[in-house]
């Protein structure tokens, strides 16, 4: 299995990708990752009892341009439990880019049901580090550039690497 640390501004996440189940997916997060794309950028995107959206935004809010879509591969049988890594997306269900989430608690109802309801998919899971996350999630937040639930200081992604 391959491991990803997300160097935060608040503590360490180490993620075991899960190849085996949601190759194209862990493929296209490492090819972020290798050329050090999630290096600065924020959570931004923070909301309790639910879970924490990062690797899209610098700490100024400003979107970094990402690759092309890739296929949505949430009915592979994983869930959106506690403590997975899932890829975020917009109403297509094919938009997943390079921005990702982890929940803080399980969320069932993001999960794969058919074509109608297509979810969003898993592609790993934290194995340290879940402290971090709680922490992150616990954070005031307000409104800035027309998006609700960002971190007031922000929260940056110092580094992500292959372990």
Not at 20 to 27: G, L, S
Not at 90 to 107: G, L, M, R, W, Y
Not at 109 to 125: C, D, I, Q, T, W
Not at 132 to 146: E, K, L, P, R
Request: hydrophobic share 40%; glycine share 8%.
């Amino acid at each position: 299995m391959t491991s990803v640390i997300l160097e935060t501004s608040k503590g360490n996440i180490t993620i075991e990708l899960d190849e085996e189940n949601a190759p194209i997916t862990v493929k296209n997060f490492l090819s972020y990752v290798e050329e050090g794309f999630f290096d600065g950028l924020i959570f931004h995107r923070v909301i309790p009892n639910f879970m924490i959206q990062g690797g899209g935004f610098t700490p100024d809010m400003k979107q970094k341009s990402a690759k092309k879509p890739i296929e949505n591969e949430a009915s592979n049988g994983l869930s959106n439990a506690r403590g997975t890594i899932a890829m975020a997306r917009t109403a297509d269900p094919n938009s997943a880019t390079c921005q990702f989430f982890i929940n803080v608690k399980d969320n069932a109802f993001l999960n794969y049901k058919s074509a109608a309801e297509p979810g969003y998919a898993v592609f790993g899971s934290v194995t340290e580090g879940m402290d971090v996350a709680d922490a992150i999630v616990d954070v005031d937040t307000t409104f800035i550039g027309g998006m609700e639930d960002v971190p007031k200081e922000p929260i940056t992604i110092n580094s992500a690497k292959l372990v």
